[in-house]
């Protein structure tokens, strides 16, 4: 193992070709990690950097990037930023450790070959400037000789005569005992900061240490929500996301202690060889002194913090990755239509807040009703329900399905019946998030006049009419189908939501001449500040009549024209392809195909037995070829066709109003609210959502319940448990009797434990209506004699050879 103090010092400090800022290409390098083709990653990496955006670049830019999707080009963007990143970091270390004359060829040559800012940072540790540390004290004592001694293992003298002359009691070095710890603590530094040591290390603990948890001694005899890991234990390797998280909040709160524990003697061996102790030195013993103490004191506190970061970071992204689906399918539920709503917010002490709005989202007029507060009330409140049905004939009754949900419902139900309105749904619509609203800028400058909880019931009967396009008004965090979502990494959460609002914005598309600013500011290109000029602009100027007007709203360039005018609709305009997906730019060459088969582009749109006579292969030329015209076609046969599924209400049983009402083998039909890794919950019309856990969503064993189930699902469920202290609801999908793989719990996953961990244990997850938590202890991680699993053998080192002293 070389030292710093053994390299050579550079006379060339510039730094090699391809290192200078601008020469560094990071396009091969995320070709080759993603498997993708070099050509199609360079398109992608040429069209954001000037400015393209992604969902644009997905839809309309096939032929650059041999159609690679939304995952993919978000993928090359996140990976682009990592790798500047990293070679931002390794120019500056470069240039530091060529001022201090220390840059070796060798040592460049690992720098430069560093993929990740861990190893980076390793190789950088030993010339990292540094604070005062036992090792410099001992150098500065003079010491520093003798360490060199004992590092290069002799084969004959003894430790203690060497270190006789070390002795000098004004240099704090009071006698032969303190000269040997001075030693030891600089060949120890040595030892900790050689990179490939800790690389070693980190990846023993990766692979091999297990997260220990146990209650802090305040709360050891206390009942807390986290006493399923009183005693837990479990591989780092495999450990879930949402159980990490679940442990790491217990931490923050006090209740929980947990360590990343790894056995000495899986790694240490293997380190005492690195450092070339040679066992018949008589300087062996104090060698090895120094590398148990490095590994000890200085490489395992490290290497903890590094595996905990990493931890986390792996189970944010897990935890993202979870919100996002949700969300997706949450902004992509079926809408209900541009009809008329009447929607009730429900309120017990304040009254039920009523509000009806027109197809474009309009209130018409709002009252307030009291349902509990007496016969009187009660009277009173049908007359008014009564007036408002009769004079604005709503397609549909849209109940908020809080406190008293319902029962409002049910009271909104028998109205229609007893006006011979059967045929009018009345629905039950998620009130997460509308409270957001109410209070939001957004509703204060849409009604400045009116209260904030009619506000709310507008929001609810515009959820109703098209979630994604009110929902978008709304902080995605507030909307209640997340898992942790508090406790992750705030940044990556929002960067994702908002990739998954603009991606599912786009991909349904905006109505121009209707659409709020909120919604605009979701397309591509445009942005708030735009949106609202384009919003100002519309209701000054009027209905835009096409595409190219647009073009006309200030701050609205060619640019930014470029990459919204696809996303946009306009029906009923002047041009029939602005009511489609074909881009302006693709006009002219639809006009040539309309006129090849002799019919007007009018004619052509929505015909797709007109559609099926045009010969794409006519039409392939320069930047169109068959992405481009199979989009084309497809969207000429169903223009403006909305990705989203039809709309159909939910039924639940008018005898389930309450938790009090359910009971075990009870059967109902119910709607996923949310989807963690552990499970789903199914709102089932108590106001409390149950949980079906993974292992209870199928009849077939699943790993992931995205496998299974989206939010806004129906799903039928038989309830298993009714838990009313804890207000916890269990129930099953599976057909009764029939049992997944897996069994019984207990052990570890895909052990003997299967996918069940107990649904009462641990913190409740931050989603929409409470529910069961997702952590829960599946047995200590040991194996017979309570003893751990045994560690895998680290013989056939690969590092040894690089480790060897020199």
């Known amino acids: 193992m070389s030292t710093p103090e053994a390299t050579v010092q550079s006379?060339?400090?510039?730094?090699?070709e391809g290192t200078v800022e601008g020469a560094f290409d990071p396009v091969p390098a995320i070709a080759e990690e993603l498997a993708l083709a070099p050509a199609a990653v360079r398109a992608v990496v040429k069209l954001l950097a000037e400015g393209a955006t992604v969902p644009f670049i997905a839809r309309y830019r096939k032929e650059a990037t041999g159609g690679l999707d939304e995952v993919q080009i978000r993928t090359i963007e996140e990976r682009r930023t990592?790798?500047?990143?990293?070679?931002?970091?390794?120019?500056?270390?470069?240039?530091?450790?060529a001022s201090q004359g220390?840059?070796?060829?060798?040592?460049?040559?690992?720098?430069e070959a560093a993929k990740t800012k861990a190893e980076l940072e390793d190789l950088y540790l030993p010339y990292k400037p540094k604070r005062r540390t036992r090792a410099t004290i001992a150098k500065e004592r003079g010491l520093e000789p003798l360490a060199n001694t004992i590092w290069s293992q002799p084969k004959q003298g003894d430790p203690k005569t060497s270190a006789l002359s070390f002795v000098d009691a004004k240099k704090e070095v009071p006698d032969v005992a303190a000269a040997l710890a001075g030693a030891r603590d600089i060949c120890a530094e040595r030892i900790a900061e050689h990179a490939e040591v800790r690389k070693l290390v980190r990846e023993a603990f990766t692979q091999h240490a297990a997260m220990v948890v146990g209650k802090t001694k305040e709360f050891a005899d206390k009942t807390t929500k986290f006493d399923a890991y009183?005693?837990?234990?479990e591989p780092v390797s495999s450990i879930p996301s949402h159980r990490f998280l679940a442990i790491r909040r217990g931490e923050n709160e006090g209740v929980l202690r947990a360590s990343i524990d790894l056995a000495p003697e899986a790694v240490l061996p293997k380190i005492e060889r690195a450092a070339g102790i040679v066992p018949a030195s008589p300087f062996a013993g104090e060698l090895t002194q120094a590398a148990q103490d490095a590994y000890k004191r200085l490489i395992v506190p490290s290497t903890q913090v590094d595996v905990r970061v990493e931890l986390k970071l792996r189970s944010d992204r897990a935890a993202v990755d979870v919100f996002a689906q949700n969300l997706r399918e949450l902004l992509l539920a079926a809408p209900f239509g541009p009809r008329t709503v009447l929607a009730i917010d429900p309120g017990?002490?304040?009254?039920?807040?009523?509000?009806v709005v027109d197809t474009t989202g309009k209130l018409l007029a709002h009252e307030t009703i009291y349902l509990v507060q007496g016969a009187e009330a009660t009277e009173r409140a049908k007359k008014v329900l009564r007036e408002l049905v009769r004079k604005h004939q709503p397609s549909a009754v849209a109940v908020g399905n809080g406190t008293h949900g319902r029962e409002t419902?049910?009271?909104?139900?028998?109205?229609?019946?007893?006006e011979g309105l059967q045929e009018v749904p009345c629905v039950s619509v998620s009130e997460a998030g509308a409270s957001v609203y109410s209070a939001s800028d957004i509703a204060r400058e849409e009604f400045p006049d009116l209260d904030l909880t009619i506000r709310g019931a507008i929001s609810i009967a515009r959820r109703l009419q098209d979630p994604l396009a009110e929902l978008v008004k709304i902080d995605p965090k507030s909307i209640g189908v997340g898992q942790y979502q508090h406790d992750v990494q705030q940044t990556l959460l929002a960067r994702k939501l908002d990739d998954v609002v603009e991606s599912c914005v786009n991909r349904v598309g905006v109505e121009l001449n209707t659409a709020s600013a909120p919604l605009l500011a979701r397309v591509a290109g445009i942005g708030g500040s735009l949106a609202k000029k384009i919003v100002d602009y519309r209701h000054t100027r009027g209905a835009f009549k096409h595409r190219r007007a647009l073009l006309d709203v200030p701050g609205v360039g060619p640019r930014t024209f470029e990459q919204a005018a696809g996303f946009l609709r306009i029906h009923g305009g002047e041009n029939p392809l602005d009511a489609s997906a074909v881009h302006p730019e693709r006009y002219a060459l639809v006009e040539r195909m309309a006129a090849d088969i002799g019919v007007p582009v009018g004619s052509l749109v929505g015909r797709a037995e007109l559609v099926d006579k045009i010969n794409p292969k006519r039409y392939q030329e320069g930047d169109v070829g068959s992405f481009t015209l199979q989009d084309i076609l497809s969207e000429l046969k169903k223009p403006g066709r909305d990705p989203r599924a039809t709309f159909e209400p939910p039924k639940f049983r008018d005898d389930v109003r309450t938790m009090e009402d359910l009971r075990p083998d009870m059967e109902l039909e119910g709607v996923v609210t949310n989807v963690t890794a552990f499970g789903a919950f199914v709102d089932i019309g108590v106001h409390q959502d149950g949980l079906v856990h993974v292992s209870k969503l199928t009849d077939r064993f699943v790993k992931d319940p995205n496998e299974v189930v989206k939010v806004g699902d129906k799903l039928k469920v038989r309830v298993l448990e009714v838990d009313l202290v804890r207000q916890r609801i269990s129930l099953?999908?599976?057909?009764e009797g029939a049992h997944a793989g897996g069994g019984g719990g207990g052990g570890a996953q895909g052990k003997g434990g299967g996918n069940r961990p107990p649904h009462n244990a641990g913190p409740r997850p931050q989603q929409g209506?409470?529910?069961?938590?997702?952590?829960?202890n599946r047995g200590p991680q040991r194996g017979p004699g309570g003893q751990r699993p045994q560690e895998k053998s680290f013989s056939n080192n690969p590092f040894e050879k690089l480790l060897k002293k020199s």
Do not use: N
Request: charged share 30%.
């Open 732 to 735: 099953t999908a599976r057909k």
């Open 230 to 233: 009183a005693s837990f234990e």
């Open 769 to 776: 209506r409470g529910g069961p938590p997702p952590g829960a």
């Open 409 to 418: 419902e049910l009271f909104a139900r028998e109205l229609l019946v007893a």
């Open 11 to 16: 006379t060339d400090h510039t730094l090699a």
């Open 82 to 97: 990592y790798l500047l990143e990293l070679h931002e970091r390794r120019t500056a270390i470069l240039g530091e450790i």
């Open 348 to 355: 017990q002490r304040t009254g039920c807040k009523c509000a």
């Open 102 to 111: 220390k840059l070796t060829p060798e040592l460049k040559a690992k720098i």
